[in-house]
T-cell receptor, first 113, second 112 residues
Framework: AQSVAQPEDQVNVAEGNPLTVKCTYS??????LFWYVQYPNRGLQFLLKYITGDNLVKGSYGFEAEFNKSQTSFHLKKPSALVSDSALYFC???????????FGQGTELSVKP | EAQVTQNPRYLITVTGKKLTVTCSQNMNHEYMSWYRQDPGLGLRQIYYSMNVEVTDKGDVPEGYKVSRKEKRNFPLILESPSPNQTSLYFC???????????FGEGSRLTVL
């Protein structure tokens, strides 16, 4: 069965510092991996995805994520955090052989000035 | 503007009173789905649809019904709501199985 885990409920970062939001997954086939962001009282917005190809994926708002097959991870990163990045971040995975999209429990990112 | 529209955004109701949450998308997407979001549990899929008249259960379908009579609409029906269905509900659509989801703004439902 496929699954996805976000080991940190909350990540705190100072503005201007790099940030990482962690995600690990388990699927039986090739993974399709996604990151979404949810701002307060809003729906989820797509940030980036990995289907195949380059392990480093660039997305919206300066975010990027690195696919690591051996560690089954897909961590979200940004070189310099902004206060406006504060939000709830969700990792999601789908088995390339046709499984459903499964979401992690979410990580609350807080960026302080 | 490409969007997924849900209504109502907020609803307070009582146990047993049937309600429908509507969802409409203007992107001509074949795939649509409903999720509920609960603290600490992330998003869990309730039902999904691969095309008109084609629907299937997600992970938490109990107490919910859906229909897909038109491509653009995918309403969520709670025939007899109970307090454990108090949650934040999201409708989403995507154009392909590997494509990203487009989400509505959410519907916060409280069942007393």
């Amino acid at each position: 069965a496929q699954s996805v885990a976000q080991p940190e409920d909350q990540v705190n970062v100072a503005e201007g510092n790099p940030l990482t939001v962690k995600c690990t997954y388990s699927v039986s086939g090739n993974p399709y991996l996604f990151w979404y962001v949810q701002y307060p009282n809003r729906g989820l917005q797509f940030l980036l995805k990995y289907i195949t190809g380059d392990n480093l994926v660039k997305g919206s708002y300066g975010f990027e994520a690195e696919f690591n097959k051996s560690q089954t991870s897909f961590h979200l990163k940004k070189p310099s955090a902004l206060v406006s990045d504060s939000a709830l971040y969700f990792c999601a995975v789908r088995d390339g052989q046709g499984g459903k999209l499964i979401f992690g429990q979410g990580t609350e990112l807080s960026v302080k000035p | 503007e490409a969007q997924v529209t849900q209504n109502p955004r907020y609803l307070i109701t009582v146990t047993g009173k049937k309600l429908t949450v509507t969802c409409s998308q203007n992107m001509n997407h074949e795939y649509m789905s409903w999720y509920r979001q609960d603290p600490g549990l992330g998003l869990r899929q309730i039902y999904y649809s691969m095309n008109v008249e084609v629907t299937d259960k997600g992970d938490v379908p109990e107490g919910y019904k859906v229909s897909r009579k038109e491509k653009r609409n995918f309403p969520l029906i709670l025939e007899s709501p109970s307090p454990n269905q108090t949650s934040l509900y999201f409708c989403a659509s995507n154009g392909s199985p590997t494509g990203e989801l487009f989400f509505g703004e959410g519907s916060r439902l409280t069942v007393l």
